[in-house]
């Protein structure tokens, strides 16, 4: 089996810069992704290979990865960004796709 | 833009077989690699399996003894079959698209993630 690793929960100040962890044994050599995911609503993609963002999302939402953990940085976060964040990757052999444990985010 | 519509029964007995259909519209499924995820209340995502546009397939372990996915693409439409189902099934299931990328670093080396995803089908089992 293989597992990400996610602290449960972040709270930051409107303005602020939250940070979201991600560890993984094999981060190392494979890209993380991360999905937003608001109250009662499906996943939304916000960064896709570590570090880029697809068309849509906002430029205050980056990515970044070294050794074997990957980040999540919301910078100036707003109230609209409160959601669940999750990490997603594949293990070494690249066939076993896991999602991380999930972090709560609250901007207050 | 490509929409994705899951559908199935909402509430199953333990021991029966949960299928769910998810219905692409605004694209070709032929184009893609498709997948399913669930969430149990209150809990975090899970990766059920992949069914690529070959009709191949990627299951989770975890799953795999019990999971089908296929995909029909005289209809547009990719399905999910989870066998002997319990309590610990009851979830909301996602369908979505799955973008393929290929590795820079590593010969022959895909990456695979959702893009697009449906809103989601509460499953209950339930005796």
């Known amino acids: 089996s293989y597992e990400l690793t996610q602290p449960p929960s972040v709270s930051v100040s409107p303005g602020q810069t939250a940070r979201i962890t991600c560890s993984g044994d094999a981060l190392p050599k494979r890209f993380a992704y991360w999905y937003q995911q608001k109250s009662g609503q499906a996943p939304v993609l916000v960064v896709y290979d570590d570090s880029k963002r697809p068309s849509g999302i906002p430029e205050r939402f980056s990515g970044s990865s070294s050794g074997t953990m990957a980040t999540l940085t919301i910078s100036g976060a707003r109230v609209d960004d409160e959601a669940d964040y999750y990490c997603?990757?594949?293990?070494?052999?690249?066939?076993?796709?896991?999602f991380g444990t999930g972090t709560k985010v609250t901007v207050l | 833009q490509v929409q994705l519509q899951e559908s199935g029964p909402g509430l199953l007995k333990p021991s029966e077989t949960l299928s769910l259909a998810c219905t692409v519209s605004g694209g070709s499924i032929s184009s893609f690699d498709w997948s399913w995820i669930r969430q149990p209340p209150g809990k975090g995502l899970e990766w059920i399996g992949y069914v690529y546009y070959s009709g191949s397939t990627n299951y989770s372990p975890s799953l795999k003894s019990r999971v089908t996915i296929s995909i029909d693409t005289s209809k547009n439409q990719f399905s999910l079959r989870l066998s002997s189902v319990t309590a610990a099934d009851t979830a909301v299931y996602y369908c979505?698209?799955?973008?393929?990328?290929?590795?820079?670093?590593?010969?022959?080396?895909?990456?695979?993630?959702?893009?697009?995803w449906g809103k989601g089908t509460t499953v209950t089992v339930s005796s």
């Open positions: 997603y990757s594949t293990d070494i052999s690249g066939y076993l796709y896991v």
């Open positions: 979505a698209r799955v973008l393929r990328r290929e590795s820079t670093v590593t010969t022959n080396f895909y990456y695979y993630y959702m893009d697009v």
